[in-house]
T-cell receptor, first 113, second 115 residues
Framework: DSGVTQTPKHLITATGQRVTLRCSPRSGDLSVYWYQQSLDQGLQFLIQYYNGEERAKGNILERFSAQQFPDLHSELNLSSLELGDSALYFC????????????FGSGTRLTVV | AQTVTQSQPEMSVQEAETVTLSCTYDTSENNYYLFWYKQPPSRQMILVIRQEAYKQQNATENRFSVNFQKAAKSFSLKISDSQLGDTAMYFCASTESYRDDKIIFGKGTRLHILP
């Protein structure tokens, strides 16, 4: 157990629908990062939150949004889903005092049918 | 824009052999961090090794070591005495600077360790 918890582990939904992916960071970590990994591809950075504030944004679609709550858990909202959104979505967390790598969750496998 | 390039999409080696995975990156900063992550079939992302760019000494973690060539912006991973459990996707990654904790990943090298 890495200490980063992602739920659900698997999600199957239809095109056009909206889903919410949840991430609880490792205890004490203030930063949360979201990545998308499509089939046999590298990890694409989506967005970073630090202590509730958006800190960096990557190639995140307008149909996607995220937030970090006061208890530091984060949610990634994906709407108007398309087949191409099927991917593994990773959350990672880090402590601001430890810039030497993230701790990843086990990911949420999203399948859009 | 910050980029990380892994030129070997796939590699296979026999168990117990040594294998080197290549990586180049591009940043305009002088100080930054570099990483190798392993993703086994379970899909979990596991940090293998990390290097701080201001340190000239190459990082080592048991059978894993890196060859960090700062001027060439090269960061290769050497796996010695390879084991079946090393079979995985390996991602090279970097931050743009030491102030930036956003990590950018390469596309990965799929490594097969053959019995």
């Amino acid at each position: 157990d890495s200490g980063v918890t992602q739920t659900p582990k698997h999600l199957i939904t239809a095109t056009g629908q909206r889903v919410t992916l949840r991430c609880s960071p490792r205890s004490g970590d203030l930063s949360v990062y979201w990545y998308q990994q499509s089939l046999d591809q590298g990890l694409q950075f989506l967005i970073q939150y630090y202590n509730g504030e958006e800190r960096a944004k990557g190639n995140i679609l307008e149909r996607f949004s995220a937030q970090q709550f006061p208890d530091l858990h984060s949610e990634l909202n994906l709407s108007s889903l398309e087949l191409g959104d099927s991917a593994l979505y990773f959350c990672a967390s880090s402590s601001r005092t430890d810039s030497l790598g993230y701790t990843f969750g086990s990911g949420t496998r999203l399948t859009v049918v | 824009a910050q980029t990380v390039t892994q030129s070997q999409p796939e590699m296979s080696v026999q168990e117990a052999e040594t294998v080197t995975l290549s990586c180049t990156y591009d940043t305009s900063e002088n100080n930054y961090y570099l990483f190798w992550y392993k993703q086994p079939p379970s899909r979990q992302m596991i940090l293998v090794i990390r290097q701080e760019a201001y340190k000239q000494q190459n990082a080592t973690e048991n059978r894993f070591s890196v060859n960090f060539q700062k001027a060439a912006k090269s960061f290769s991973l050497k796996i010695s005495d390879s084991q079946l459990g090393d079979t995985a996707m390996y991602f090279c990654a970097s931050t743009e600077s030491y102030r930036d904790d956003k990590i950018i990943f390469g596309k990965g090298t799929r490594l097969h360790i053959l019995p």
